[in-house]
């Protein structure tokens, strides 16, 4: 049978963490199918079908998908869902919304955070803030995965020529109603997404310190800016900035970490990234037993002098 991927977009284009769960699907064999749900998302739908390896995008449109509620996009999934052996969602706020939803209308097992496709039964995940990887099998008749983006590379954005079905839209459900968004702006590039990544931790400080000091850095490698949960509780750096456990998993070509202890939560959130870069004072820090590149000293003068020297 085949796999169906749902995917995450803006009502005019895919984002990127469908590339990498398209990717996951391929490996569970079989035809890729792609929903798209929303509204007036016809380019999104069009955007879906060049992704390679996708062999059909099914577009489903109505009102009540503009937003993604959860309520009304796993009525979607569950509408079609018996075509399908696997059932992907990116490991994304909008998929780990969704995901539990329609594994629980099926009475089947979810597979969270997959890391891995072992075989079409068979995958990987981490455990325990990622010290251990779980290897879990699942006899379900449908499988119901959440992929964790950072695990596998992203399909190629072109190049496929899937065809594009419309489907019946479901009902709205009426059990939640789309309010408005606040939505920060950044010129930065998005954190998940980032190739460079410039972190801080509570050691600057303060909200002015972390401006000052990180600031110059990222724009000096052109990185997105990242921050510890301690940073970001203490105020210094926006939550949307957290990086580890409790915020996003991000896997970039280098992630610098300055003043970051490296705490086990945050470690979880990084760890995977190309090339890692710690300055820290603490000669004992757990970051550096993960650092490619660790520097013993006070970041508020080894920062200026890196960027001095780029």
């Given at each position: 049978?085949?796999?169906?991927?749902?995917?995450?977009?803006?009502?005019?284009?895919?984002?990127?963490a469908?590339?990498?769960?398209?990717?996951?699907?391929?490996?569970?064999?079989?035809?890729?199918?792609?929903?798209?749900?929303?509204?007036?998302?016809?380019?999104?739908?069009?955007?879906?079908?060049?992704?390679?390896?996708?062999?059909?995008?099914?577009?489903?449109?109505?009102?009540?998908?503009?937003?993604?509620?959860?309520?009304?996009?796993?009525?979607?999934?569950?509408?079609?869902?018996?075509?399908?052996?696997?059932?992907?969602f990116?490991?994304?706020?909008?998929?780990?919304?969704?995901a539990?939803?329609?594994?629980?209308?099926?009475?089947?097992?979810?597979?969270?955070?997959?890391?891995?496709?072992?075989?079409?039964?068979?995958?990987e995940?981490?455990?325990?803030?990622?010290?251990?990887?779980?290897?879990?099998?699942?006899?379900?008749?449908?499988?119901?995965?959440?992929?964790?983006?950072?695990?596998?590379?992203?399909?190629?954005?072109?190049?496929?020529?899937?065809?594009?079905?419309?489907?019946?839209?479901?009902?709205?459900?009426?059990?939640?109603?789309?309010?408005?968004?606040?939505?920060?702006?950044?010129?930065?590039?998005?954190?998940?997404?980032?190739?460079?990544?410039?972190?801080?931790?509570?050691?600057?400080?303060?909200?002015?310190?972390?401006?000052?000091?990180?600031?110059?850095?990222?724009?000096?490698?052109?990185?997105?800016m990242?921050?510890?949960?301690?940073?970001?509780?203490?105020?210094?750096a926006?939550?949307?900035?957290?990086?580890?456990?409790?915020?996003?998993?991000?896997?970039?070509?280098?992630?610098?970490?300055?003043?970051?202890?490296?705490?086990?939560?945050?470690?979880?959130?990084?760890?995977?990234?190309?090339?890692?870069?710690?300055?820290?004072?603490?000669?004992?820090?757990?970051?550096?037993?993960?650092?490619?590149?660790?520097?013993?000293?006070?970041?508020?003068?080894?920062?200026?002098?890196?960027?001095?020297?780029?």
């Amino acid at each position: 049978m085949a796999s169906l991927v749902i995917a995450e977009h803006d009502n005019a284009s895919i984002k990127g963490a469908t590339l990498n769960t398209v990717t996951a699907a391929v490996a569970c064999g079989g035809d890729v199918h792609v929903l798209v749900a929303g509204h007036n998302a016809g380019a999104a739908a069009q955007a879906a079908a060049q992704i390679a390896g996708v062999s059909k995008v099914i577009h489903a449109d109505a009102e009540g998908l503009a937003h993604g509620l959860a309520e009304n996009v796993a009525a979607q999934v569950l509408a079609i869902a018996n075509n399908y052996s696997h059932i992907l969602f990116p490991a994304t706020a909008g998929g780990k919304n969704v995901a539990p939803r329609v594994a629980a209308k099926l009475d089947v097992a979810q597979l969270s955070d997959v890391t891995l496709v072992v075989s079409a039964d068979t995958f990987e995940r981490p455990i325990y803030a990622g010290n251990a990887i779980a290897t879990v099998q699942s006899k379900d008749t449908v499988k119901v995965l959440t992929v964790r983006t950072t695990g596998f590379d992203a399909a190629a954005a072109t190049g496929g020529s899937a065809s594009v079905e419309a489907a019946a839209a479901t009902a709205d459900s009426g059990k939640s109603a789309f309010k408005g968004s606040e939505i920060a702006k950044n010129d930065r590039p998005e954190l998940t997404a980032a190739k460079i990544i410039v972190s801080g931790g509570r050691a600057l400080g303060s909200a002015e310190k972390f401006a000052e000091v990180m600031t110059p850095l990222a724009d000096k490698l052109g990185a997105a800016m990242g921050a510890s949960r301690a940073a970001v509780d203490a105020g210094y750096a926006p939550n949307d900035w957290q990086v580890g456990q409790t915020g996003k998993i991000v896997a970039p070509q280098l992630y610098v970490a300055c003043g970051i202890s490296g705490a086990i939560q945050h470690l979880a959130g990084m760890k995977d990234s190309k090339v890692i870069v710690a300055i820290n004072k603490d000669p004992e820090a757990p970051i550096f037993s993960v650092a490619d590149y660790g520097l013993e000293a006070d970041l508020f003068a080894a920062v200026p002098e890196l960027v001095n020297a780029l």
